[in-house]
């Protein structure tokens, strides 16, 4: 089970979805400075088809789509230009955030996705 310090980063992608392809690389790069850097980081790359079950019902339209978590909250939830210095930035802002940060509600289908990420070894 996951610390409250940790932060779930999971990239929703698909196998066929040639943008994915070009995206993995930089995905894994930037999550692997940040981990590097000290950030308690629980990475996943998560093809939408392979790992259905673990998506669940949450839909997704637009690849790359993000989904960050901490032990309580789901921080961004939503598709992101495929570019290292957006998802560098934005990561960044979700890691730097102070604790009582509030953050938007999301839907339950994402929700659900939250909690079966922090539940994985």
Same mark, same amino acid.
Request: proline letters at 8%; a negative charge.
């Given at each position: 089970?996951?610390?409250?310090?940790?932060?779930?980063?999971?990239?929703?992608?698909?196998?066929?979805?040639?943008?994915?392809?070009?995206?993995?690389?930089?995905?894994?790069?930037?999550? +692997?400075? #940040?981990?590097?850097?000290? &950030?308690? =980081? @629980?990475?996943?790359?998560?093809?939408?088809? !392979?790992? *259905?079950?673990?998506?669940?019902?949450?839909?997704?339209?637009?690849?790359?789509?993000?989904?960050?978590?901490?032990?309580?909250?789901?921080?961004?939830? +939503?598709? #992101?230009?495929?570019?290292? &210095?957006? =998802? @560098?930035?934005?990561?960044?802002?979700?890691? !730097?955030? *102070?604790?009582?940060?509030?953050?938007?509600?999301?839907?339950?289908?994402?929700?659900?996705?939250?909690?079966?990420?922090?539940?994985?070894?």
């Amino acid at each position: 089970m996951s610390s409250a310090a940790t932060v779930h980063i999971a990239c929703l992608c698909a196998a066929w979805c040639r943008l994915c392809d070009d995206y993995a690389p930089v995905f894994e790069q930037v999550t +692997g400075e #940040l981990a590097a850097a000290g &950030g308690p =980081l @629980r990475c996943r790359w998560i093809d939408i088809e !392979d790992e *259905a079950d673990l998506v669940g019902d949450f839909e997704v339209e637009t690849f790359p789509t993000l989904v960050v978590a901490d032990a309580r909250h789901v921080r961004f939830a +939503g598709p #992101l230009t495929p570019q290292a &210095g957006t =998802l @560098r930035r934005l990561l960044r802002t979700m890691l !730097d955030a *102070a604790p009582d940060t509030p953050w938007p509600a999301v839907a339950p289908e994402i929700e659900a996705l939250a909690g079966r990420l922090r539940a994985l070894p």
